[in-house]
């Protein structure tokens, strides 16, 4: 089992930067290929931003790139999202997961998930 937690979360105005957090714990032995993903209210969990094992390969949904950044530090288990820019439409609650596979845009891939935090933007 790992247990994933978020942070980083808050409130900020458009064009401001926040950055995410994702620590993971239990049995991390193993390497997992990473992912970010948001869901708004009403709205169905959308992928944010992928990160292989080796953290050589990342992939954003067309929305958030050049502005966010996925990243991790596999020595301390975890993984960053960087965002920039911000606007309202990227509210939203952020969660990060895990996927034994690999890296996959599919939140259906994934086997682990954290609890989530809250984006807002305001304008």
């Known amino acids: 089992q790992v247990q994933l937690v978020e942070s980083g979360g808050g409130l900020v105005q458009a064009g401001g930067s926040l950055r995410l957090s994702c620590a993971a714990s239990g049995r991390t032995d193993s390497s997992y290929a990473m992912g970010w993903f948001r869901q708004a209210p009403g709205k169905e969990r959308e992928f944010v931003a992928r990160?292989?094992?080796?953290?050589?390969?990342?992939y954003y949904t067309d929305s958030v790139k050049g502005r966010f950044t996925i990243s991790r530090d596999n020595a301390k288990n975890t993984v960053y999202l960087q965002m920039n820019s911000l606007k309202p439409e990227d509210t939203a609650v952020y969660y990060c997961a895990a996927s034994i596979g690999g890296s996959s845009s599919d939140y259906r891939l994934y086997d682990y998930w954290g609890q989530g935090t809250q984006v807002t933007v305001s304008s």
């Open positions: 990160i292989s094992r080796s953290a050589r390969i990342t």
